[in-house]
């Protein structure tokens, strides 16, 4: 499978827990973005990577969110102390030259909070 | 106003007929814009582009952009039960090369047998 690879696929945590998501973008695709959808609304912007480098943050992203993309490769996305407004589900998307025209989105990961 | 707005539905056509559906969009975005098809569970997929004024044909599918109104549609032709799914609105945000998208809410779309 060449396609962007989100794991795990669902989670069920209890708030006030950590946890951790992992994707996998298509090779050789140094923009790596992350997007959060709850139920009836579009994705919503979370931030994105140009290789390894962070270059922009959404507001939505609290100081208990962290992502990652050590050696420009797989991306981590870390939640601390987890609330049920975080339930939703975590799409990760990436592209060759941030040419949104060639951005795949992964499968998704859906975190329940209870 | 949000940046990208739409209705969202369900908007219910018979099988065989046009489905339209529409998308405004303010000053906050640019003017580049994607529609989305995506069915339950699954993630978003790309159906078309549009970045100039007038129509874009690609099969079934028509996106038309009219700037000066500020409004973007996208126009199913022959539509099939297979096309029930949620379709989403994109515009670009962004400056230089870091242009991220911008989704509306969706809107649900049914295809009556």
């Known amino acids: 499978d060449t396609g962007v690879s989100q794991d795990p696929r669902h989670k069920i945590t209890k708030r006030g827990q950590n946890v951790t998501f992992r994707c996998d973008p298509i090779s050789e695709h140094n923009r790596l973005y992350w997007y959060r959808q709850t139920l009836g609304q579009g994705p919503e912007f979370l931030t994105y990577f140009q290789n390894e480098a962070q270059l922009e943050k959404s507001r939505l992203l609290s100081d208990r969110f962290s992502a990652e993309r050590p050696k420009g490769s797989f991306s981590t996305l870390e939640i601390q102390r987890t609330e049920q407004g975080d339930s939703a589900m975590y799409l990760c998307a990436s592209s060759p030259d941030g040419t949104n025209e060639k951005l795949f989105f992964g499968s998704g990961t859906q975190l329940s909070v209870l | ?113």
Do not use: H
């Open chain 2, 1 to 113: 106003q949000k940046e990208v707005e739409q209705n969202s539905g369900p908007l219910s056509v018979p099988e065989g007929a046009i489905a339209s559906l529409n998308c405004t969009y303010s000053d906050r975005v640019s003017q580049s814009f994607f529609w989305y098809r995506q069915y339950s569970g699954k993630s978003p997929e790309l159906i078309m582009s549009i970045y100039s004024n007038g129509d874009k044909e690609d099969g079934r599918f028509t996106a038309q952009l009219n700037k000066a109104s500020q409004y973007v549609s996208l126009l199913i032709r022959d539509s099939q039960p297979s096309d029930s799914a949620t379709y989403l609105c994109a515009a670009e945000q962004g400056v230089d090369s870091s242009y991220k998208l911008i989704f509306g809410s969706g809107t649900r779309l049914l295809v009556r047998p």
